[in-house]
């Protein structure tokens, strides 16, 4: 249904041979009592002109107007440029015809027609109140819409931080299983150690309580003696001291890094506090290949070509980790046996790292994804997917960049380049 029909005033329309005499009477009948103006319309039905009480004002006021006009037909002085809006247009098309056409003061009424064929007047007035009765209901909508947009925009915001959040959680969860994994593993040596020495000091007791006995023989000192023999045979002491060492060593470093991740974690969104120092990168690797060394021993070979580079400004555990998640990841492609070649060399404007495996390699539809969180081609359990994007966000932050290329079946070569500083004047030694 039309808005506009429910606008248009079932007002009579006049023919173009009625007098202004006719007109004007009419004008003061109750039924034109708001009338500005009314339609004049052909035996069609269709609207020729338009007619307004100013227009009749005008022609009376006139010296002997009533004589003179009243008798003489409309269509002599009626208005032909129609003011007439279709009855199926919107309220909106409607408003902006008349809003264009009305001239001040306001003079005339509208009329609405439908095809050209007369089907009402309407007051400008009315339709310019609906109007505007509209246009605040939609600005209520759209207020409402705004508000509505507002706290869903809010809600995104939200949850895209929570999955920014995830992601870090699981970034730092990542970094933390693998100095664990090591400690683990070292405190299990030394489990192992413990349980040995075990075996040792009681051989030793035996023997103790052999020797004091009243009643000892040589035979049972010389059995004493052999299961203390037997008893240490089993563990090489000396090199059980040494390693020993290497394994607290280890385990600190382990459980620094941890530590160090948990403020990185309180941290998180202040880069500028971490640890910047001037660092040696082929003391990283040395680092990071002595952290990596379970992972990587019996099936890789390490091949060392580390020149004399000069130190940068970084933050060392940062850089450490980037090279543990290269090596653990050559470690992870090389199915039995392989090499890990790691070179250092510097120019001008940066150090460089190479870190190349041969490995199983990458196939060129995932070489494009390897550095998107999550991306990972290895068994629920053993890969998050996160080190390679964790290293990539690492490398950008501290100015530098990360190549790659890879052939299936061949290996993958990682080339990190870091800027230089201005501290480039100190030189590390070449391992
Ligand atoms: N040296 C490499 N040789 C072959 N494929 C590699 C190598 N490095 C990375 N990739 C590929 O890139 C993927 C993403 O590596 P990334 O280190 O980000 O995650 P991941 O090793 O799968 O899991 P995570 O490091 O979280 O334990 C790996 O799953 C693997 O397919
Ligand atoms: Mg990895």
Same mark, same amino acid.
């Not at 998180?268 to 500028?272: A, E, M």
């Given at each position: 249904m039309s808005v506009l029909r429910a606008f248009a005033a079932n007002i009579p329309c006049f023919k173009p041979t009625d007098t202004i005499n006719t007109v004007a009477d009419a004008f003061? $009948?109750?039924?034109? #009592?708001?009338?500005l103006s009314v339609a004049v319309v052909n035996e069609q039905q269709q609207v020729v002109g338009m007619i307004s009480r100013h227009q009749l004002n005008d022609i009376f006021l006139k010296k002997f107007g009533r004589d003179l006009f009243?008798?003489?037909?409309v269509s002599d002085f009626m208005r032909r440029d129609v003011l007439a809006v279709d009855v199926d247009c919107s309220l909106s098309t409607a408003a902006a015809f008349i809003s264009k056409h009305m001239v001040f003061p306001l003079s005339e009424d509208f009329v609405i027609t439908d095809e050209g064929f007369y089907v009402g007047m309407a007051a400008v007035l009315h339709l310019l109140s609906a109007m505007e009765k509209q246009i605040s209901q939609s600005s209520a909508d759209l207020n409402r819409a705004y508000q509505q947009l507002s706290s869903s925009q809010a809600q995104l915001v939200q949850s895209e931080k929570m999955a920014a959040l995830g992601q870090m959680v699981a970034g730092v969860a990542h970094e933390i299983n693998t100095p664990l994994g090591y400690v683990n593993n070292n405190i299990e040596m030394v489990r192992e150690f413990f349980a040995q020495m075990q075996f040792i000091v009681n051989a030793h007791e035996q023997l103790a309580n052999t020797l004091l006995? +009243?009643? /000892? $023989?040589d035979i049972d000192v010389a059995e004493s003696l052999a299961a203390l023999d037997d008893a240490k045979s089993d563990m090489d002491l000396t090199q059980w001291f040494m390693d020993l060492d290497t394994l607290f060593n280890d385990t600190f470093y382990g459980v620094e890094q941890i530590s160090e991740l948990v403020t990185g974690l309180k941290d !998180? $969104?202040?880069? =500028?506090q971490a640890v910047t120092d001037n660092v040696s990168l082929n003391d990283c690797i040395d680092n990071a290949l002595l952290i990596a060394r379970n992972t990587l021993k019996y099936k890789v070979e390490v091949i060392k070509r580390l020149e004399n580079i000069p130190k940068i400004r970084c933050t060392a555990s940062q850089i450490n980790q980037v090279l543990l998640n290269l090596f653990t990841n050559a470690s992870q492609a090389i199915k039995d046996k392989g090499y890990l070649l790691i070179k250092t060399w510097s120019d001008a404007s940066s150090v460089y790292v190479s870190v190349q495996d041969t490995g199983c390699g990458i196939s060129p539809e995932n070489l494009s994804r390897? @550095? =998107? +969180? !999550? @991306? /990972? /081609? #290895? +068994?629920v359990g053993e890969g998050t997917g996160l080190g390679l994007s964790i290293t990539f966000k690492i490398i950008q932050q501290h100015g530098g960049s990360v190549r790659v290329v890879s052939e299936v079946g061949k290996g993958s070569r990682f080339v990190i380049a870091l800027p230089l500083n201005e501290v480039n004047d100190v030189y590390s030694a070449a391992a």
């Open positions: 003061l $009948s109750p039924v034109y #009592k708001n009338c009243g008798e003489r037909v006995a +009243p009643n /000892t $023989s !998180f $969104s202040r880069v =500028d390897i @550095f =998107d +969180p !999550f @991306f /990972t /081609t #290895k +068994p």
